[in-house]
């Protein structure tokens, strides 16, 4: 199966140039002033269109098992979403409950996601600690290509990782040479937020975000960078949603830790008043974790991603329906905590910053899919444009435009916390492993056809932090 892309500007997180691409199989064979063809290769024509890297989503939660109910969006329809807007690649979370065994855990997820539409990865999450668990992990990495470990610090008597469990499994990363990864909020303090509003009856989802103030955040965010920087590990934090967490890894970092940072494109466009709907649905609706932000805190988001500070974009896809909000209409505290996006994620970034003179084009493309390939280890197959580099590839139309809204979207969700939202330049065409999976509105890839992605540990980069753990003395602590 061959498929040439003529015409188009190829961008990727580096430069900007005209060619075209011819992919084979599954690959990327030739880039350039392609003219003369073997028989039977199927044309696109993407004059006046550019052509980025595949997007790769790292934080998605499809079908997750959740607050006492399922995520709407399974493998199938999740990564559907995906496609349309662009999107080749996700990474979700196999989520083990405390004392479920992490390969059984990873079992079950692999069945899950057989039936999606784009490729696929997992994080694992570590809910919690025995020896057995740091075997486990070691199979994980050794056998089934996962280089990344999850933390919840918050989620109190659910899959809360306590600092014992984040030493010690953040100990066994650095052995491995996996990259560590936390939720960071404080887990006890919102659990006593949480009951002490309950107490004084506020019962709505506008104590939610009450329940998870900034400093929540900023306090997990520091423990965890310190935690990791005394034993010298490098460090991801998901989902950054405030000044504060942002302060703290331009800190470390300033200081030559190695931490990572993600942003989610609602964090980055949507702020708390969505909190303050009389419509109980429509705030409900908004109920995640980290919450909403006002404004003061998106405007640090946008300074971090541009100073470099976050690297990373992602969604957190993680979608309740009305009926699935509705179990917290007495308690905000058990509304399901998760928002939709897969979708929209690129389309979002493009037009509140590209558009918005905030990133160029080819920040936009590293934001998007080059540096969450480079610190998950799947670059250069993926978040690139090169021959032998994997042909999941998005045709960009910057000239057309669309309304977001939950109508004509593909989660199986009836609101969007983009509703509304113009965006001026979509994905008209997605490609992925080499075939045509998203053209014209039309979802052409069938459930079954997305690749689970294996992600070797990148070991000369935990040689070079083991040395370097000799060498230094830790970081001395934010004030
Ligand atoms: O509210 C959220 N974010 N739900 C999904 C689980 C998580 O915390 O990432
Ligand atoms: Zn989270
Ligand atoms: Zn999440």
Redesign the pocket.
Known sequence: MSLLIKGGTIVTHEETFKADILCKDNKIVEIGDINVLPDGVETIDATGKLIMPGGIDP?T?MQ?P?MGTVAKDDFASGTAAALAGGTTTIIDFVIPSPQQSLLEAYAQWREWAEKAHSNYSFHVAITWWDDSVAEEMGTLVEKHGVNSFKH?M??KNAIMATDDILVSSFTRCLELGTVPTV?AENGELVYHLQNKLLAEGMTGPEAHPLSRPPSVEGEAANRAISIANTLGAPIYL??VSTEEAVDAIRYAKDHGQTVFGEVLAGHLTVDDSVYQNTDWATAAAHV??PPFRPKQHQDALWKGVQAGTLQTTAT?H?AFCAEQKAMGKDNFAMIP???AGVEERMMVLWEKGVNAGKITMNEFVALTSSNTAKIFNIYPNKGCIRVGADADLVIWNPKASKTLSAKTHHSKIEHSIFEGMEINGVPETTICNGKLAWHDNVLIAQSGDGQYVDRPVYAPFYESLRKRKELNKPVPVQR
Do not use: K
């Open positions: 934080h939660h997750l959740f919840f918050a989620y939720h998901v989902h995640m974790s957190d993680c905590n998760g928002t």
